[in-house]
């Protein structure tokens, strides 16, 4: 039997090679590979090799069979799409689109077992194999949702995304939103002229490159839309705080933040055991909450999700791990819990900051590294000869008008009798003491 | 390029630290920016840095946002009127103020920082701190009474708020409010019914002159009176003293019955 190869035959099993090295490259790095969401990005693209492959059966022996199963591979890489970007963005599964990729699936597979879905034709200079009627029009309209949540996947990482890591996100729109849809376009314009099957696989791969490229190199890039990280705050059992730690500003007060923690703290037989996790719901976002053995920690996010709370959990053992001599000997000095960042870089590595909005939100540096005039800084230093409130004071001041430092000081000047001649036990009004001398 | 500005890819690995000479630099391009009163932000930061120490971008990139992570970069939004009261014991001395009206500089130190807690609240220079950025930010101004400095809210008018200040102690108010009540009074008069000393009574009563909230009528036998230009003011006063002491009142009942 003569088989019936052609450039698209050619491409197709170029395009599949390609889509399993692409397959097996998100699995072997072990940043990503326990990504849920990768797993479901994983299985669509291997659905879209089959349709891949079922069309180049289907080319070579121009059997109808395997065009239809091509087909139906089509309409579950969709919806295994529609699950990665569901995932990706809001951490859960449901979303109006996956009804209708599941509406259009269940149609699609209907049609697909009646006559006439596909058929053999003269076709871009060579003999064809393709979906036709009803069937065609809802495997092309599944592609066309493919292409449209690709498309807004990769704008709205774009858009969200911090700056620190906005030239990745940039990559990545690149590929998911101009290749992938002119890859669409060029292969829905694949039958007036065969080039463009060459065209559109060309940036196919192009477009898949750069985005596998962006979510190994930054995996960041997946966590800007499902959640927002806010603030982790460690404490230990006397109530100190010991770690404290922000990704970006929170709607959540500070009083309610740490009056949870210090409520939890107190009750915490009765609500939680060692090691339990509680999550409190917010208007403004949650509050998770660990408990260990020597520790309380407590995490903000704009919601809850497993990956957070599994991130938490690991960090509060390590935390213990790390500083359990220190916890043991109850020492409450922040910086002996400094090193804790090398933790978060360990368990949280993966959540964008985004404190500092753009590349031009100023910035000033820490009062450690802050040097004043060295008038006022030995005038600050007799006022404040304890140096952790020095430094505390230091990094108010640095963020204060410039002609704060010299009115506070003339305030302190003016006031400091008061401090001394009215004892700070007694504050009698009006010179009582005076009076009763006389 | 010179040996100690490469990061290589086994410092990315391991994650570098404060030490790296690349980092250190980094931090004096930032303080130099700063000594040269420029606005330092992650675009000149990077750019003057890229320029010096040509760090590849990605590394450059790392150190920042490490920086950042550590707190040595900080967010450097200058204070504004609403983002000053975010400190929290700022916003509880502020809250003191507003409902202590009239409250003296030791009042309100004694109040905040209640004894045993002065060591976790800070000291004396850090509460004038906290009085200092609440002067600026226009949400308190102070006031002179004798030799005490009252802090009083920025809508509440110096006499006001000196009447407060005034009215604040118990046995001035007992004297105020005994010759609003009966009309003028002999100072023997107000000693008998104000249980003080009679030094005390004297006292108070020659500081409430000089303050000019009483008034000594020589001619109708040294008969004292409330200054009839202030008169209003202090029924307003004392009025509103006289419903909080009501739900004082209330407020123990309702503790005692519960």
């Known amino acids: 039997m003569e088989l019936n190869w052609n450039i698209e035959v ?11 090295v692409s397959i097996i490259t998100i699995f072997i790095y072990p940043r990503i590979r326990k990504i849920k969401s990768l797993f479901y990005l994983r ?7 089959l349709t891949l492959l079922f069309d180049v059966f289907a080319f070579l022996y121009l059997n109808l069979l395997f065009s239809i199963l091509g087909g139906y591979a089509t309409l579950i890489s969709t919806f295994f799409l529609v699950l990665t970007i569901n995932y990706l963005m809001k951490e859960e599964y449901y979303s109006i689109p996956l009804i209708i990729t599941i509406i259009l699936a269940a149609l699609g597979f209907y049609l697909g077992t009646q006559p006439g879905a596909a058929s053999i034709e003269q076709g871009a200079g060579y003999i064809r194999v393709g979906w036709i009627g009803s069937f065609g029009f809802v495997c092309d309209l599944s592609t066309l949702v493919f292409m449209l949540l690709t498309f807004y996947w990769g704008f709205q990482t774009y858009i ?19 290749f992938a849809p002119i890859s669409v376009i060029s292969y829905l314009l694949l039958s007036l002229n065969p080039v463009f099957v060459l065209i559109s696989n060309i940036l196919f791969i ?8 962006v979510i190994i ?4 890039v997946l966590y800007i839309l499902p959640f927002n990280v806010h603030r982790l705050l460690v404490k230990d059992k006397g109530g100190f705080p010991l770690f404290d730690h922000d990704w970006s500003e929170s709607q959540v007060n500070e009083t309610i933040f740490t009056g949870f923690i210090n409520a939890v703290q107190l009750m915490s037989e009765e609500v939680m055991n060692i090691g339990g996790l509680l999550d409190i719901n917010l208007r403004e976002g949650i509050l998770i909450l660990h408990e260990s053995q020597y520790i309380s920690v407590g995490l903000v996010a704009s919601k809850s999700s497993k990956l957070l709370r599994d991130s938490l959990v690991n960090f509060s053992k390590d935390f213990e791990m790390k500083f359990k001599r220190q916890l043991k000997k109850k020492s409450n000095s922040l910086s002996n819990y400094e090193d804790a960042i090398e933790l978060i870089e360990k368990h949280f590595s993966n959540f964008p900051y985004k404190i500092i909005k753009d590349k031009t939100h100023p910035l ?6 802050t040097k004043l005039p060295s008038q006022l800084e030995n005038k600050l230093k007799t006022i404040f000869p304890d140096e952790e409130e020095f430094l505390r004071i230091k990094s108010e001041l640095i963020k204060s008008p410039s002609c704060v430092p010299n009115e506070f000081t003339d305030l302190y000047d003016e006031i400091k009798d008061e401090i001394n001649v009215i004892p700070f036990e007694e504050a009698p009004l009006l010179n009582e003491k005076k009076s009763e001398e006389e | 390029m010179s040996e100690n500005h490469i990061i290589n890819i086994k410092d990315f690995a391991n994650g570098f630290g404060l030490e790296h000479p690349s980092v250190q630099k980094v931090i004096k391009i930032a303080e130099n920016i700063v000594s040269q009163n420029k606005t330092l932000d992650v675009e000149t930061l990077y750019n003057r840095a890229k320029r010096i120490l040509q760090i590849p971008r990605k590394g450059l990139l790392r150190i920042i946002q490490m920086l950042i992570n550590r707190g040595i970069l900080i967010e450097g939004t200058k204070y504004t009127r609403r983002s000053v009261l975010n400190n929290p014991l700022r916003k509880t001395i502020y809250f003191f103020i507003k409902e202590n009206l009239g409250a003296h500089f030791s009042d309100i130190r004694k109040n905040i920082f209640t004894p045993g807690d002065e060591d976790d609240l800070g000291s004396a220079g850090q509460f004038i701190w906290h009085l200092e950025m609440l002067l600026k930010f226009k949400y308190i101004k102070k006031i002179k009474v004798k030799n005490f400095t009252v802090f009083i809210p920025i809508e509440v008018s110096d006499k006001v708020g000196e009447l407060y200040f005034i009215l604040r102690d118990d046995i001035n108010r007992e004297i105020v409010e005994l010759i609003y009540t009966s009309g003028p009074l002999q100072r023997s008069d107000i000693y008998k019914i104000v249980e003080e000393k009679r030094e005390t009574i004297y006292y108070r009563i020659n500081n409430l002159a000089e303050l000019a909230l009483l008034e000594i009528d020589e ?8 200054n009839p230009q202030r008169k209003e003011k202090v029924s307003m006063v004392l009025k509103d003293f006289r419903q909080a002491e009501e739900n004082l009142i209330e407020l123990s009942a309702n503790g005692g019955s519960e």
């Not at chain 1, 299985?43 to 090799?49: E, K, P, V």
């Open chain 1, 10 to 20: 050619y491409m197709n099993i170029f395009m599949v090679a390609f889509l399993w």
């Open chain 1, 43 to 49: 299985l669509s693209l291997f659905m879209y090799s």
């Open chain 1, 160 to 178: 969200n995304a911090p700056f620190l890591i906005k030239r990745e996100a940039f990559i990545f729109l690149i590929g998911a939103n101009i």
């Open chain 1, 206 to 213: 192009v477009s898949l490159s750069c985005m596998i490229y």
């Open chain 1, 217 to 220: 190199k930054e995996p960041k």
């Open chain 1, 364 to 369: 000033l540096l820490s009062a450690k590294f």
């Open chain 2, 219 to 226: 001619e109708k036998g040294n008969l004292i009176h409330i």
